[in-house]
């Protein structure tokens, strides 16, 4: 008779693809599970774990990037291990993962995203606004990007949080980017930057403006900027009035902006200038360069649901600019073998389960946390209650999954077939030879730490430190 899942006897084997927020916040649910006898192993591309902490969070958000030392403590745990360095879908395949583990928690958050489908978006000089973030933060994938910061203006598409965080480093002083983790060929580009105004459009009103209060907060701490809002985009409309006197987060918002709006002497060597009510229509190019923007005015309108929308007028104006970056909302990228709704860009799922596509089916022992679960909404901390809910319904499944067989319970089978591939992993100890020697070169320079930004690199420090 074969004893229970999650047993001393046979322990519960889980793989998590992704070792972000999500990721990690599933591990700590798992493990606080009573009773519960689990075998947990990470799988990440990079040899770096943490996901967007590491190189999304913006380089001035240190305290934000403290949360590390819980995830920390979570890959010390005993039951934990960390292949990093491994990328699921080429270096190891679902079938693999299905062949050694009881249960699969995809926390792949949201990779790619959306464009704004406009005449010359994809000229030289406009970007997603992921990719200045992945530059300015050694993220490998973009750390060979070349942004020309030589005009004096800059446009950013959106008011999320993002398009808060590319705003405020595109205006920051090169001082305050010296003390922090920034990509060392960033800081260097940044310090020569001739940008001197950031033009922020928002498609809807302030009311319905998604950045939250400590990052519009921060515009007005900047030195050396000035915030500049024209005081008619703080009127509004009956409906909109409505949403502020229920939303408190809102009303904050505004009061802020207002504040903003209210002063009057700009004499600050540079400038944010935050529009509402405004779309790009059209980005306009000069030798295949984004050289100027036309954007189009906004009215907002109720639709069938009782939300306000963004509508555009005949109203337009054009003005140089030689940057464009747009942050209007990221999507998930199917992985090989895992159901993918093409309509949410999320991996197919019920309440964390994935289901089939078509049929809606749940496949069995296969969860889903994080943005690739629900889209990309909330903060980090999101992530906690939302990996908590997804372990629920794993431990929920545990009496109506048969496992997979004992044969291949060996902890070590997995690593077998890594080394047969000839991957060269990286565990959580080899991150740990890596993480010290960012840390040490940090201290040198009076900084938190100096990142490596290629993984050759990282894989060359790794061995160096080892052998040392």
């Known amino acids: 008779m074969k004893q229970s899942l999650g047993t001393d006897a046979r322990p519960l084997r889980v793989a998590i693809i992704g070792a972000g927020p999500a990721g990690f916040y599933a591990a700590e649910a798992l493990l606080k599970q009573k009773g519960l006898v689990c075998q947990i192993d990470f799988f990440n591309r990079f040899p770096t774990p943490f996901g967007l902490v590491r190189e999304g969070v913006a380089p001035d958000h240190q305290s934000i990037k403290a949360v590390t030392r819980i995830y920390d403590r979570i890959a010390g745990n005993p039951s934990v291990r960390y292949f990093g360095n491994v990328t699921f879908g080429s270096d190891i395949m679902h079938e693999d993962i299905k062949q050694f583990y009881d249960q699969i928690v995809y926390a792949v958050g949201a990779q790619t995203d959306r464009k704004m489908g406009i005449p010359g978006e994809d000229l030289e000089g406009s970007y997603p606004a992921t990719a200045f973030v992945g530059w300015y933060n050694g993220h490998p994938d973009y750390r060979d990007l070349d942004f020309d910061l030589s005009h004096e203006r800059a446009v950013v598409v959106g008011n999320g949080n993002v398009a808060m965080d590319v705003t405020r480093i595109l205006a920051i002083s090169p001082d305050v980017l010296a003390k922090t983790d920034i990509a060392d060929y960033a800081l260097e580009k940044l310090s020569q930057s001739k940008v001197r105004e950031v033009v922020v459009l928002g498609r809807r009103g302030p009311v319905q403006a ?52 209210a002063r009057s002497e700009h004499t600050a060597p540079r400038r944010i200038r935050m529009r509402f009510l405004s779309s790009p229509a059209e980005l306009i190019g000069e030798n295949g360069r984004v050289s100027a923007v036309k954007i189009v005015r906004n009215r907002l309108v109720l639709d069938s649901n009782g939300g306000l929308r963004a509508r555009s007028t005949d109203i337009s104006e054009t003005f140089e600019a030689g940057l464009v970056l747009r942050s209007v909302g990221y999507r998930g990228v199917p992985l090989k073998g895992v159901p993918f709704d093409e309509n949410s860009y999320t991996i197919s799922n019920v309440a964390g389960r994935v289901v089939h596509a078509n049929s809606g089916d749940p496949i069995q022992g296969e969860y889903v946390v994080g943005w690739a679960k629900r889209g990309p909404s909330g903060i980090i901390g999101t992530n906690k209650p939302d990996a908590a809910s997804t372990v629920a319904a794993m431990v929920e499944d545990l009496p109506s999954l048969p496992g997979i067989p004992d044969e291949n319970r060996d902890q070590g089978a997995i690593e077998a077939l890594l080394c047969q591939r000839k991957l060269d992993y990286v565990t959580y100890e080899d991150w740990k030879v890596l993480d010290k020697y960012e840390l040490a070169r940090g201290t040198e320079q009076g900084r938190p730490r100096v990142k490596v930004t290629t993984v050759p690199e990282m894989l060359h420090l790794i061995k160096q430190g080892k052998a040392s």
């Open 210 to 261: 998604a950045f939250t209060n400590p990052e519009i907060k921060e515009f007005g701490e900047l030195e050396g900027v000035d915030i500049v809002i024209d005081p008619a985009d703080l009127e509004f409309d009956e409906h909109s009035a409505a949403v502020m006197a229920e939303d408190k987060a809102a009303a904050r918002n505004v009061t802020i902006l207002r504040e903003y709006a």
